[in-house]
């Protein structure tokens, strides 16, 4: 079993950056696929972008993809999302994913493909 942290969330500005991480413990993070979600107010939660456990493939939502970057350090067990130009749109809390199975899977889009997640990250961008 692998717990996982979320920070790095907060609230910025339309056109700014943030930084999340996903701290994992427990197991040796590199045998994990991750991913991260976000979930606005009233909405359904929706994929954001994976990674596999080698960190070789990515993949990412059509809203964010040239904005946002996911990558990871399996040597600090970590796994980030970068996300530039956002835009108030981008306003959710943001939730990181991992699942062990097929680890190597590339494109793993759907919620009910990762069994650990963390407690999440609010992002906030103002117009």
């Known amino acids: 079993q692998v717990q996982l942290v979320e920070s790095g969330g907060g609230l910025v500005q339309a056109g700014g950056s943030l930084r999340l991480s996903c701290v994992a413990s427990?197991?040796?993070?590199?045998?994990?696929?991750a991913a991260w979600f976000r979930q606005a107010a009233g909405k359904e939660r929706e994929f954001v972008a994976a990674i596999t456990s080698s960190g070789g493939g990515t993949a990412y939502a059509d809203s964010v993809s040239g904005r946002f970057t996911i990558s990871r350090d399996n040597a600090r067990n970590t796994v980030f999302l970068q996300m530039n130009s956002l835009r108030p749109g981008d306003t959710a809390d943001y939730y990181c994913?991992?699942?062990?199975?097929?680890?190597?899977?590339?494109?793993?889009?759907?919620?009910?493909?990762?069994?650990?997640w963390g407690q999440g990250t609010q992002v906030t961008v103002s117009s």
């Open positions: 994913a991992a699942d062990s199975t097929r680890p190597n899977m590339a494109g793993r889009r759907y919620y009910f493909e990762y069994r650990y």
């Open positions: 427990g197991r040796t993070f590199g045998g994990y696929a």
